[in-house]
């Protein structure tokens, strides 16, 4: 099967502008996930989808932050506008019922975000 | 507020050294321990621990779960340059069923 698909790999931007990016999750898989990683720290999780719902965003910085997935499967994770403490890995994973949970995510390769 | 805690946060060892990282945790609605690998930008699944004081092994690495101290180890014996990685613990719990990351162990095996 194919794994969690993200793009773009890298991006650096200035601080102000905006930046997007996007996730394919494995098919079939009802929750997404985006985390946040910073260098040297854990993931973080900034939102977790049900199909299209949003079942928790409680850590998703919202004034700048934006996230969507129409129709239940693609997603995308915007920053508007970034600032220099969003320098992260940002990883997006995926999941089907909660057996699979248990086991832990099947997470894409990433996107290394860079803000100069 | 839920934690997981791991030490120490960095490491290093010279190849053929025995290696144990350590991970604890409180976590409300706890459901699984999650060992991960990360060598570059996505973490890689090791292990999933759900009873205590049984061992998941799987070549020159072991791990084992206890919860009543509500704690993890994860041991590499015989290390080599390629177990040069970041080792993430997670806990699958939480009050909305996600994973919870600690902050990792930076392992670096040196030739």
């Known amino acids: 099967e194919a794994g969690v698909a993200q793009s773009p790999r890298y991006k650096i931007i200035e601080k102000r502008q905006s930046v997007a990016f996007w996730c394919n999750p494995i098919?079939?898989?009802?929750?997404l996930y985006w985390y946040q990683q910073i260098l040297g720290q854990g993931p973080k999780l900034l939102i977790q989808?049900?199909?299209?719902?949003?079942?928790?965003d409680s850590q998703l910085p919202k004034d700048r932050f934006s996230a969507e997935r129409l129709k239940g499967v693609d997603s995308t994770l915007k920053i508007q506008p970034a600032k220099l403490e969003d320098s992260a890995v940002y990883l997006c994973?995926?999941?089907?019922?909660?057996?699979?949970?248990?086991?832990?995510?099947?997470f894409g390769s990433g996107t290394r975000l860079t803000i100069v | 507020e839920d934690k997981v805690v791991q030490s120490p946060l960095s490491l290093v060892v010279h190849e053929g050294d025995t290696v144990t990282l350590n991970c604890s945790y409180e976590?409300?609605?706890?459901?699984?321990l999650l060992w991960y690998k990360q060598e570059k930008k996505a973490p890689t699944f090791l292990f999933m621990l759900?009873?205590?004081?049984i061992e998941k092994k799987s070549g020159r690495l072991s791990s084992i779960l206890d919860k009543k101290e509500l704690s993890s180890i994860l041991n590499i014996t015989a290390t080599q340059t390629g177990d040069s990685a970041i080792y993430l613990c997670?806990?699958?719990?939480?009050?909305?069923?996600?994973?919870?990351f600690g902050k990792g162990t930076k392992l670096s095996v040196k030739p």
């Open positions: 976590v409300t609605n706890f459901r699984s």
């Open positions: 989808f049900q199909n299209n719902g949003v079942v928790d």
């Open positions: 759900t009873s205590s004081g």
């Open positions: 997670a806990i699958y719990g939480g009050s909305q069923g996600n994973l919870i």
């Open positions: 098919s079939g898989h009802a929750t």
């Open positions: 994973a995926s999941s089907s019922g909660d057996r699979d949970r248990m086991r832990g995510y099947t």
